[in-house]
């Protein structure tokens, strides 16, 4: 199974390289070209197409998956399949069906952002889509398999109107997630950086539940994220876009719910784990909304307002904000993948940890004026 799962993360990680690099000589044909201007930190044009090989490497293995979930229960697959695999062929098959809802779902968001990409979309409409793709995937999956793309699902049968409060918190979860990636996206590799740490926790997470399927769909994540951070580092010679930058959180936002809440292991604090382990992106989110609407702009204008753009201006380089970031980040969500394994002084100790972590950045954020 390690094996499988590492084949996984090289073939995602080879996709997305490969087609980072092919994108980026076409980007202009593509008409996916991202201009410097006042609130943009790059000071040339760069292509913004690297989301384009980001999501194909990700959809790539799993509809190989998908197919082959079909071709191993025949009698020529389960011949050639090792035996010591055969013990996960019933979950394959029982998931393969999600897989392709969330495939499906994803490919939504992704062609959302490729439009705003080309012809910048206003608020309103970006956010209505990102807010349909979110409830097709849970209304879809919902179909599929009860409960399997919606979080709280204890209040199913609390009280009347238990399922819709669920279903309705499931869809605002994905979306929060969906624009904090995207809202992360504001600086040379920060926004995969931040992507491959939040995954590899959850990872961990699924690793300890022995959630296998989900632990093989992290690393998928992590290899196109991964590929393509290699040309999005600082200095970048690529930028994901919001084809990229969406498909991150929204992709990422699904695999939180099944990875905290599948297994239907813990105690009540363990709700608390992808709040912790996505803090930074969420704060980030959050602190740059609520700047934008004091001074009576729409939270989805772009400015140069973010934590990362706070940090430069106190005199860090941007691979130095950056990897700051990625500290913290790391920092915060460390300790959360253990929280269904222990008692509650130690949820509180590893909530303490996370709390202290955002309370530094607001520190230095509030440190001399930075708000531009």
């Known amino acids: 199974m390690l094996f499988a799962a ?22 202009h044909h593509l008409g996916l070209i991202d201009m410097p201007g006042e609130r943009k930190v790059h000071d040339r044009p760069i292509a913004r197409s690297g989301g384009i090989a980001i999501f194909w490497a990700m959809a790539i293995p799993m509809i190989v998956g ?19 695999l055969m013990r996960y062929i019933p979950g394959i098959i029982y998931d393969r069906t999600l897989m392709l809802v969330l495939l499906v ?49 204890v209040l199913d049968h609390a009280f009347p109107g238990g399922f819709f409060i669920s279903a309705v918190v499931s869809v605002l979860w994905i979306v929060l997630l969906t624009n904090a990636l995207n809202f992360m996206d504001n600086m040379d590799g920060l926004s995969a950086g931040v992507a491959i740490i939040c995954a590899g926790m959850f990872f961990i997470a699924a690793l300890i539940h022995q959630q296998y399927f989900i632990c093989g769909l992290l690393l998928m994540y992590i290899g ?40 239907g292991q813990g105690r009540w604090y363990t709700l608390l784990m992808p709040l912790i382990v996505t803090a930074i992106p969420i704060y980030d989110l959050l602190v740059v909304s609520l700047v934008r609407l ?23 380089t941007k691979k130095g904000a950056v990897m700051v970031i990625y500290a913290a980040t790391l920092a915060s969500g460390l300790s959360a993948p253990i929280l269904a394994l222990v008692g509650s002084t130690a949820a509180v100790l590893v909530g303490m940890q996370a709390a202290a972590v955002l309370a530094i950045i607001a520190i230095l954020e509030r440190v001399g004026e930075h708000t531009q």
């Open 294 to 316: 004091r001074r009576g702009r729409s939270p989805m204008q772009g400015d140069t307002n973010h934590f990362s753009h706070r940090l430069t201006r106190h005199g860090f």
């Open 105 to 153: 779902c994803t490919l939504g968001i992704h062609l959302l952002g490729v439009a705003d990409d080309r012809r910048a979309l206003s608020a309103l409409p970006k956010l209505a889509g990102q807010i349909f793709c979110a409830a097709a995937l849970v209304g879809l999956g919902e179909w599929v398999q009860p409960g399997a793309f919606r979080i709280l699902t």
């Open 66 to 84: 998908w197919l082959g979930s079909y071709w191993i229960q025949t009698p020529a697959g389960r011949h050639i399949l090792p035996a010591s």
């Open 224 to 263: 196109a994220a991964g590929g393509f951070l290699l040309f999005n580092f600082p200095p970048a010679s690529i930028f994901m876009g919001d084809c990229g930058s969406m498909v991150l959180g929204f992709f990422l936002g699904a695999l939180t719910i099944r990875t905290t809440f599948y297994s």
């Open 6 to 27: 590492g084949a996984i993360f090289i073939a995602a990680f080879l996709l997305s390289f490969l087609g980072t690099y092919s994108v980026r000589r076409f980007s």
